[in-house]
């Protein structure tokens, strides 16, 4: 099965559906010189935790959206 992953850049991966939302992770981690811990994944906007296996909500050609996660604080009052 095919997937495109949308981070910076537009990827292609094929991938049998049996790999899970971490190992598409470390893929485009790869890709994108990023660290897995700074990357979050989607799919139709909701967002994919690491254990969760591909083909459970993936179609061929499905697109998944990668974003590196942002640090957050508190704002000065």
Do not use: W
């Amino acid at each position: 099965m095919q997937l495109f992953i949308k981070s910076s850049d537009l990827h292609t991966l094929d991938v049998s559906g049996t790999e899970t939302v971490a190992d598409i992770k470390q893929q485009v981690a790869s890709l994108e010189s990023l660290s897995v811990s700074d990357i979050a994944m989607y799919c139709c906007g909701r967002p994919l935790e690491d254990n969760e296996v591909i083909s459970m909500f993936a179609e061929e050609q499905s697109t998944f959206n990668v974003e590196v996660r942002l640090l957050g604080g508190n704002f000065a009052q």
